[in-house]
């Protein structure tokens, strides 16, 4: 269970790849002195990724993190049992674990798939249709990782390999079968109508309701799929991406962009955040 629920005063949520994980090699060691000092004053860093839960959970355990984590885009959100005072309303036990999923089943999202392709053809290839080894290189993962990166249950990554006008298509198309199209860092991500910020503040009122109080929200993303858990931030911090451009935001609070990449720029954002205080 939480310790010390009434000390805490901020809650982090954080993309991975690229935020922080380095966008090449996915280290985290660049961070390391803002994550111990999260630890030190009881702030939940919070995982918002589009990794799955075994992704997440490997990556957890590394870093000695025992707090709640949000998958796949904002498609579930995964709650270790008896972290909360009780299980949480609209959450299933499996497990050891609480899941309040918000997105649909990958199952049910590949046969919508199929079923738009026999009506429309699109050019595209999607992680279901590769082999282990293919995903490795694609991803830039060990084949072991790559496995992990495979056993979705609420999405499926692609990459598009049509015209941008047949993109817009694709899109309509999704929206009628009550999907979505998020832009990532290196894929697009097919999943339901849902995001990292819907997710994210259903979470955060968890944490405020067992608080007792107000919660001050830090998130830090670098791509498109992490706008709308930015923009519902109290403070967003935008790390610098070696990759693309950073993402455009329409926030209405206080907004950081990182001169540094990945876990540089956001072990300094959240150290300067912390240390003002």
């Not at 002195?33 to 957890?60: D, H, M, W, Y």
């Not at 990554?157 to 817009?168: H, M, V």
Request: glycine share 6%.
């Amino acid at each position: 269970m939480i310790n010390n629920s009434l000390a805490m005063h901020y809650m982090i949520s954080t993309d991975l790849d690229g935020t922080l994980l380095d966008h090449n090699n996915y280290s985290h060691q660049a961070a390391a002195p803002a994550i111990k000092l999260c630890l030190e004053q009881n702030i939940p860093v919070v995982f918002n990724t589009s990794k799955t839960q075994r992704e997440s959970q490997r990556l957890k355990a590394k870093l000695g993190n025992e707090h709640p984590f949000i998958v796949e885009n904002g498609s579930a959100v995964i709650i270790p049992k008896d972290y909360f005072k009780e299980k949480p309303p609209g959450c299933y036990e499996e497990n050891d674990i609480w899941i309040r999923r918000f997105g649909q089943k990958r199952a049910d999202i590949l046969a919508k798939l199929a079923l738009i392709n026999r009506e429309q053809s699109f050019n595209y290839v999607g992680f279901s249709d590769w082999r282990p080894a293919q995903l490795a290189e694609a991803t830039n993962l060990s084949t072991r990782m790559a496995k992990e990166a495979n056993q979705r249950e609420f999405s499926e990554p692609l990459i598009w390999q049509d015209n941008q006008g047949k993109l817009e298509l694709f899109k309509q198309k999704l929206a009628e079968h009550e999907l979505s199209l998020l832009k990532g860092g290196r894929f697009y991500h097919v999943l339901g109508n849902t995001n990292k910020g819907v997710s994210m503040a259903w979470l955060k009122t968890l944490y405020e309701l067992h608080a007792g109080h107000n919660l001050s929200l830090i998130a830090l993303g670098d791509s498109g799929n992490d706008v709308d858990m930015l923009e519902s931030a109290d403070i967003a911090v935008v790390v610098k991406s070696p990759a693309h451009l950073a993402p455009t935001l329409h926030p209405h609070n206080q907004v950081i962009y990182t001169q540094d990449y990945g876990p540089i720029g956001w072990n300094k954002a959240i150290l300067n955040i912390l240390q003002a205080d």
